[in-house]
């Protein structure tokens, strides 16, 4: 069975500052990884994805996030941050591509303008 | 192109009554999933269809949850009867079969009186 952490279920940061959000995963092999964005009242949109090659991954609006086998984890990154950044934030796995995806419970991003 | 269309955005039920949850998914997508969303157990997966085949059932939500393809084009979701626990967001979200990308509905959200 697979599984996605984020540890931190709210995280607030200052405009312009810098960006973390953490993403652990369990899984026996090195599975496909997403990070999904959700506005409020919106449905969920993908940020960027990893399935081999480059650890370090580039998306859309400046995130990326960096890919460890050695720590499972799937941190998601950016440089500065824009207020209009602030929502949900969800790490996912999926075991093979096109199946379904075991979400994290997901990180409630708010930036202070 | 039109993304999912979900209806209704909103539902009030009363405890014991049945309510039918639609989504259209993204024109030409193979597959379709239905998930539940809250903030306790985040997003968990109901309902799995390939090709208007369902593929995965959703383990714990089979006694009162029912989701049907009527066409590649529609599928509902019928929660019969109603409990309060049932209360929270109701997400579809279709994809190109093999895709690692799905695009999803804005949602429904339910409550359960």
């Known amino acids: 069975a697979q599984s996605v952490t984020q540890p931190d279920a709210r995280v607030t940061v200052s405009e312009g500052a810098s960006l973390q959000l953490r993403c652990k995963y369990s899984?026996?092999?090195?599975?496909?990884l997403f990070w999904y964005v959700q506005y409020p009242r919106q449905g969920l949109q993908l940020l960027l994805k990893?399935?081999?090659?480059?650890?370090v991954v580039q998306g859309v609006n400046s995130f990326e996030a960096e890919f460890s086998k050695s720590n499972s984890s799937f941190h998601l990154q950016k440089a500065s941050v824009h207020w209009s950044d602030s929502a949900v934030y969800f790490c996912?796995?999926?075991?093979?591509?096109?199946?379904?995806?075991?979400f994290g419970t997901g990180t409630s991003l708010l930036v202070d303008p | 192109d039109a993304g999912v269309t979900q209806t209704p955005r909103h539902e009030v039920a009363e405890k014991g009554q049945t309510i039918i949850l639609k989504c259209e998914p993204v024109?030409?997508?193979?597959?379709l999933f239905w998930y539940r969303q809250t903030k306790i157990q985040g997003l968990e997966l109901l309902s799995y269809?390939?090709?208007?085949?369902?593929?995965?059932d959703g383990g714990a939500f089979k006694d009162r949850f029912k989701a049907e393809m009527l066409n590649s084009s529609f599928s509902t979701l019928k929660i019969q009867p109603t409990e309060p626990k049932d209360s929270a967001v109701y997400l579809c979200?279709?994809?190109?079969?093999?895709?690692?990308?799905?695009?999803f509905g804005p949602g429904t959200r339910l409550t359960v009186l």
């Open positions: 979200a279709s994809s190109f079969a093999g895709s690692y990308e799905q695009y």
């Open positions: 899984y026996s092999a090195t599975p496909y």
């Open positions: 990893y399935y081999s090659g480059d650890p």
């Open positions: 996912a796995l999926s075991p093979n591509m096109g199946y379904k995806l075991t």
């Open positions: 024109s030409g997508h193979n597959d």
């Open positions: 269809f390939r090709s208007k085949s369902l593929m995965e």
